[in-house]
Nanobody, 124 residues
Framework: QVQLVESGGGLVPAGGSLRLSCAAS????????MSWYRQVPGKERELVAT???????NYADSVKGRFTIEMDNAKKTVYLQMNSLKPEDTAVYYC??????????????????WGQGTQVTVSS
């Protein structure tokens, strides 16, 4: 019953900034890692950034130095701060989380969950 809901997308001019949020809800024990992916029509979904529960981050080369991922454990929310946006950053951005959650059976179970995505459009 875990849910991920993204927000913060929109239309911005090149060089502008956006901050995406992904809030996780449900009977969550912990998030071992959370990531942001993006996808444009006709292309495969690509990994943008990842953060682990230990604070380790990884970024795609195309966004390194411009994007920052962070996690708020208390709020069970992951953020993607996007600066110096380029038209090539235009995509639907998806949140993904590796979460340990309490199942209906009462067992703890680890699994991957996806949000529905939020549109980011960067104009020239």
């Amino acid at each position: 019953q875990v849910q991920l809901v993204e927000s913060g997308g929109g239309l911005v001019p090149a060089g502008g900034s956006l901050r995406l949020s992904c809030a996780a809800s449900g009977h969550i024990i912990r998030a071992d890692a959370m990531s942001w992916y993006r996808q444009v029509p006709g292309k495969e979904r690509e990994l943008v950034a990842t953060i682990t529960s230990g604070g380790t981050t990884n970024y795609a080369d195309s966004v390194k130095g411009r994007f920052t991922i962070e996690m708020d454990n208390a709020k069970k929310t992951v953020y993607l701060q996007m600066n110096s946006l380029k038209p090539e950053d235009t995509a639907v951005y998806y949140c993904n989380a590796n979460i340990v959650a309490l199942q209906y059976s009462g067992e703890f179970e680890a699994g991957y969950y996806w949000g529905q995505g939020t549109q980011v459009t960067v104009s020239s």
